[in-house]
T-cell receptor, first 112, second 110 residues
């Protein structure tokens, strides 16, 4: 298994749908992250979990709901999204205290 | 608002030349600094990190940090077409939070 795995790789959803993004890391790291990458914008940090506890919620709208059942898995639950939420959603993990991050391949989300 | 600034480019260099990528950051309390490479359609991958003032070399890559000027750079020696990618500068403000710049697109032409 590669270090950080995200599923699905591509997702198209309507504004009334509910879907979930999944991330799994096999690196033994203690911290996991959700980032959003839109065209012409820097990577935006959305959520941070350290030892399964959420330590950061970067003013993300409530239509995005994270879940971290254990230190290896991270979910992003999506509901009633807007077209401007279309972006690449990247999951990452790191060993707490070291700051570097290993990224998954991302989920390309399109909201129609 | 903590910020990380990069010139979006593209920066075009001929094969074999030195590519110089620059980044400035706003918070003097920043602890550590990272360079990521992102190929088109792929996710970012870590290529260098630096914590102390001065230079750090790893193969063809050299990271340079000047905390007084709040400036970090990445030099790529003997640039190859395979180095063509977007290079993201990232700054660590706390132990678990990375702030990214918009990235600089590098094009190395044969």
């Amino acid at each position: 298994e590669t270090g950080v795995t995200q599923t699905p790789r591509h997702l198209v959803m309507g504004m009334t749908n509910k879907k979930s993004l999944k991330c799994e890391q096999h690196l033994g790291h203690n911290a996991m992250y959700w980032y959003k990458q839109s065209a012409k914008k820097p990577l935006e940090l959305m959520f941070v979990y350290n030892f399964k506890e959420q330590t950061e919620n970067n003013s993300v709208p409530s239509r995005f709901s994270p879940e971290c059942p254990n230190s290896s898995h991270l979910f992003l639950h999506l509901h009633t999204l807007q077209p401007e939420d279309s972006a690449l959603y990247l999951c990452a993990s790191s060993q707490t205290g070291e700051g570097d991050a290993f990224f998954g391949q991302g989920t390309r989300l399109t909201v129609v | 608002q903590k910020e990380v600034e990069q010139n979006s480019g593209p920066l075009s260099v001929p094969e074999g030349a030195i590519a110089s990528l620059n980044c400035t950051y706003s918070d003097r309390g920043s602890q550590s600094f990272f360079w990521y490479r992102q190929y088109s359609g792929k996710s970012p991958e870590l290529i260098m990190f630096i914590y102390s003032n001065g230079d750090k070399e790893d193969g063809r890559f050299t990271a340079q940090l000047n905390k007084a000027s709040q400036y970090v750079s990445l030099l790529i020696r003997d640039s190859q077409p395979s180095d063509s990618a977007t290079y993201l500068c990232a700054v660590n403000y706390n132990t678990d939070k990375l702030i990214f710049g918009t990235g600089t697109r590098l094009q190395v032409f044969p």
